[in-house]
Structure formats: structure tokens, C-alpha cells
């Protein structure tokens, strides 16, 4: 555990009221426990309570694919805090497929549903409170394989390229209001499902062989930082992010995979 604990940081959101998409496991697990850890009300959503919620945390199951599931969560919201100060956007993933032209038209506009456009539509919803507040933090969470997407992925990392550029844009539309927009983009990190979408992807006939870039370094990892990220990890970037030392933070993407898309 890698929790931040000490001084003036260990209850730096006292009195936010924070929503963490896909929260019952992974990373977003671990963004609900720091928050906690940090003062914060949170209300934690998924599809299911699959996994462990942590403790503390009010939870809601929501599916944000769809219009009618983001408007349910925002109710959700606003009838358990009155509001939200912080919104994280972990829910997403992709099942790879064998390439472009493999890839399913419903499994390419599911993609986008999960990726970006649940992020759009509860942002939209969520927002108004916001503005009016004059203050808020959203993170969103892309991946760091964006600038180097493979065929299996090719509708994930089209998601979440979109994902990027809508919030960089939305960084700028909200800064007047005093609300932050980053976005945090994990590389290889050892949750649930990510393991589960490596299993999915070595199962697929033809799959590429990824050669030496993917290679096992001396320490068995193909991080060249030689080990593969853990949720809190990323848990930890995303309570900077919305906490007040990165008060002059927007708009920014911040990439944490120990190396392993900087090869080159």
C-alpha cells in the first residue's frame, strides 16, 4: 500500500464530495480508499458490485454506457451528497478483437459508450452544479497505449484518443468557472481486468507476436522500470490532481506506465 499519510495531506479533501466510476475494483478501488483516506464523502458506481467496494464508501449500481444509466447516477448523486466537487471517469476497457476489420460495428459503438461517451454524458449532467459552485475537479482515466495502438485494441484506443482530446478541450470551455480537467493515462497495471483482457488477447488466434520491445527485462517485467504498475500507483496521481497542490493543473495528461511506452 502505498497511501499517502502524512501532515496536512492526510485529510486534504475534508468536506468534498467525490464520484468514482468503475470503483468497486482496480484502480478505482484504490482512488475510493485514498479519497476516504483523505476526508472526502465518496460514492463509488459499476455496473455491478462485483469485487470489494471499500468501506466507507456509498455505492450505486449504474451502467454510465447508456444516457438513462448516467442520468440514474447523477440522481444518485445528488440525492446522497447534494452535489459533486470531484468526478473520476475510470470505468472503461475493451474486449480485443482480431483487427479493424474484425471488430464488430456493436463492440466498436460499445467501446465508445464506455470509453468517451459516458464521460461526456455524466459530465454533462454534472457540471451545471459545478459552474454554479465556481469550483470542481474532474480526472479522467485513458490509457498510455494511445500514441502506440495495436489491431486487437484499435476501437479502445480510438476511444480513449477521443477521450483525450475532448478533455483538453473541456479543460479550457470549464477553467473560467474554477473547475480543473486532467487526465490520467496508466500504462500495464495489475488489476482484475487487465489481467483478464491479457488472457482474452493471448487466447486470439494469429495473435502478433510483440517482439523484443515487449521482451521481459532482467527483473521479468516488460516495464523498464521492472515491475508492472499497481492501482494505487495511479490512485496516487489522481489525488494530486484534484487536490490543491495542482491548483494551477488543467488540461494536463499525465502518463504513468514505469517507462514502457517511451521506448523509443
Same mark, same amino acid.
Given at each position: 500500500m502505498t497511501t499517502i499519510e502524512s501532515g496536512s495531506q492526510m485529510r486534504e479533501l475534508k468536506g468534498k464530495r467525490a464520484l468514482v466510476t468503475g470503483g468497486s475494483r482496480g484502480i478505482g478501488a484504490a482512488v475510493v480508499r485514498?479519497?476516504?483516506d483523505a476526508g472526502a464523502e465518496v460514492l463509488a458506481t459499476a455496473r455491478s458490485a462485483a469485487g470489494t467496494v471499500p468501506e466507507g464508501a456509498a455505492f450505486v449500481a449504474a451502467d454510465v454506457r447508456t444516457r438513462a444509466g448516467a442520468e440514474a447516477l447523477a440522481a444518485a448523486a445528488q440525492e446522497t451528497f447534494g452535489g459533486v466537487d470531484i468526478l473520476v471517469?475510470?470505468?472503461?476497457?475493451?474486449?480485443?478483437?482480431?483487427g479493424s476489420s474484425?471488430?464488430?460495428?456493436?463492440e466498436w459503438q460499445d467501446a465508445l459508450n464506455l470509453n468517451l461517451l459516458?464521460?461526456?454524458?455524466?459530465?454533462?449532467?454534472?457540471t451545471p452544479g459545478m459552474r454554479e459552485r465556481r469550483?470542481?475537479?474532474?480526472?479522467?482515466?485513458?490509457?498510455?497505449?494511445?500514441?502506440?495502438?495495436?489491431?486487437?485494441?484499435?476501437?479502445?484506443?480510438?476511444?480513449?484518443?477521443? @477521450?483525450?482530446?475532448?478533455?483538453?478541450?473541456?479543460? @479550457?470551455?470549464?477553467?473560467?468557472?474554477?473547475?480543473r480537467v486532467n487526465t490520467v493515462s496508466p500504462g500495464r497495471t495489475a488489476t482484475p481486468g487487465g489481467e483478464a483482457t491479457r488472457e482474452q488477447w493471448a487466447r486470439l488466434d494469429g495473435a502478433p507476436d510483440q517482439g523484443d520491445a515487449a521482451a521481459p527485462s532482467e527483473t521479468g517485467s516488460v516495464v523498464p522500470l521492472g515491475r508492472d504498475?499497481?492501482?494505487?500507483?495511479?490512485?496516487?496521481?489522481? @489525488?494530486?490532481?484534484?487536490?490543491?497542490r495542482a491548483s494551477w493543473l488543467t488540461g494536463s495528461s499525465l502518463a504513468i506506465d514505469g517507462g514502457e511506452f517511451h521506448r523509443g
Open positions: 485514498q479519497f476516504l471517469h475510470n470505468a472503461g476497457g475493451a474486449r480485443p478483437g482480431g474484425a471488430i464488430p460495428d456493436e459516458a464521460s461526456v454524458r455524466l459530465n454533462s449532467l454534472l469550483s470542481g475537479m474532474i480526472v479522467h482515466v485513458s490509457s498510455a497505449a494511445v500514441p502506440t495502438p495495436v489491431a486487437p485494441f484499435l476501437h479502445y484506443t480510438a476511444a480513449k484518443a477521443a @477521450l483525450e482530446n475532448y478533455s483538453r478541450g473541456l479543460a @479550457l470551455e470549464l477553467a473560467p468557472f474554477g473547475i504498475g499497481r492501482p494505487d500507483d495511479i490512485a496516487n496521481a489522481v @489525488l494530486f490532481l484534484v487536490s490543491g
